[in-house]
T-cell receptor, first 111, second 116 residues
Framework: ETGVTQSPTHLIKTRGQQVTLRCSSQ?????VSWYQQALGQGPQFIFQ???????GRGNFPPRFSGLQFPNYSSELNVNALELDDSALYLC??????????FGPGTRLTVL | AQSVTQLDSHVSVSEGTPVLLRCNYS??????LFWYVQHPNKGLQLLLK??????LVKGINGFEAEFKKSETSFHLTKPSAHMSDAAEYFC??????????????FGSGTQLTVLP
């Protein structure tokens, strides 16, 4: 059974640019969630996708968007990057009991 | 709304002594609760989960947690700390977000230091 994988590991962008982060779900999981973890804080829920549809969103603006593909892999897109978007972005897939299994994350730095 | 409060931001123990990380929850119904661990520069790993079955939940690496409804607590314990236990620990509650998504709400975390 393969775990959740994310790419890239690290990314550096400048303010105003756009970024796409990628995630492959754990085998058998059809729900994927994205979380943002700022330095020294707990992760915060961005949104969740189930069967290619967004079915929940946290307190994040529309410039944070996502996609889920038929093979349950997923993308997180962030437009018009701001300095405060610098964080660890975590992807997670969930089992039927709601426990999330996280990937290693993508460290995004916005300069 | 569901929430969790981790009562200690930092806990320091000596190797071989017991570990206690405290967590209180707030929920309008029977919650699903989890503990996650995060080692430096690594992702989050699920330690254990409570989903209304047995109130004493055993997890990986010798950790366990007890769900106490009367005290709204879900404290994490381990009988004997190991150096490799040094990490950030998050108490987490699961809830339904806008739409039908099940989202996790994380506590602020407890940094565990294990002294030799």
């Amino acid at each position: 059974e393969t775990g959740v994988t994310q790419s890239p590991t690290h990314l550096i962008k400048t303010r105003g640019q756009q970024v796409t982060l990628r995630c492959s779900s754990q085998s058998g999981h059809n729900t994927v969630s994205w979380y943002q973890q700022a330095l020294g804080q707990g992760p915060q829920f961005i949104f969740q996708y189930y069967r290619e549809e967004e079915n929940g969103r946290g307190n994040f603006p529309p410039r944070f968007s996502g996609l889920q593909f038929p093979n349950y892999s997923s993308e997180l897109n962030v437009n018009a990057l701001e300095l405060d978007d610098s964080a660890l972005y975590l992807c997670a897939s969930s089992d039927v009991q709601g426990a999330l299994f996280f990937g290693p994350g993508t460290r995004l730095t916005v300069l | 709304a569901q929430s969790v409060t981790q009562l200690d931001s930092h806990v320091s123990v000596s190797e071989g002594t017991p570990v206690l990380l405290r967590c209180n929850y707030s929920s309008s119904y029977s919650p699903s609760l989890f503990w996650y661990v995060q080692h430096p520069n690594k992702g989050l790993q699920l330690l254990l989960k409570y989903t209304s079955a047995a109130t004493l939940v055993k997890g990986i690496n010798g950790f366990e947690a007890e769900f106490k409804k009367s005290e709204t607590s879900f404290h994490l314990t381990k009988p004997s700390a190991h150096m490799s236990d040094a990490a950030e620990y998050f108490c987490v509650v699961s809830s339904i977000s806008s739409g039908s998504a099940r989202q996790l709400t994380f506590g602020s975390g407890t940094q565990l230091t294990v002294l030799p």
